[in-house]
């Protein structure tokens, strides 16, 4: 499953290790940066349940995906805007970053 908690975890500890190469003021550590926290948002989300990450456009496939169902083609997340208002009304004292 593409929505994995400790996957996303990985990933975003892995960009933010990225985020430390290189010269200070590059663009590079910013871009690292930017992914490294997408993906702890991600994580966060996925881990209260994997479905929050689903789209739920294209008629419920990616939510039947998310619950273990098989379905042709790849599964699409919702953007990372979206990431941030679900977890703004899950969790009472999340900020957006």
């Known amino acids: 499953m593409i929505w994995d908690s400790e996957r996303y975890w990985q990933k975003s500890k892995a960009y933010m290790q990225m985020a430390t190469q ?9 871009f690292w940066r930017a ?4 993906f702890l ?5 996925t881990k209260i349940h994997p479905a929050l990450n689903a789209d739920p456009q294209n008629e419920g ?3 039947l995906y998310a619950f273990g169902i098989p379905i042709k083609g790849e599964p699409r997340s919702i953007p990372v805007h ?5 977890l703004e009304r899950i969790i ?6």
């Open 61 to 63: 496939l990616n939510l």
């Open 22 to 30: 290189g010269e200070r003021e590059s663009w590079e550590r910013s």
């Open 35 to 38: 992914l490294g926290l997408e």
């Open 41 to 45: 948002l991600r994580a966060a989300l």
């Open 92 to 97: 009472e004292r999340f900020q957006k970053p």
């Open 82 to 86: 979206a990431v941030t208002a679900r």
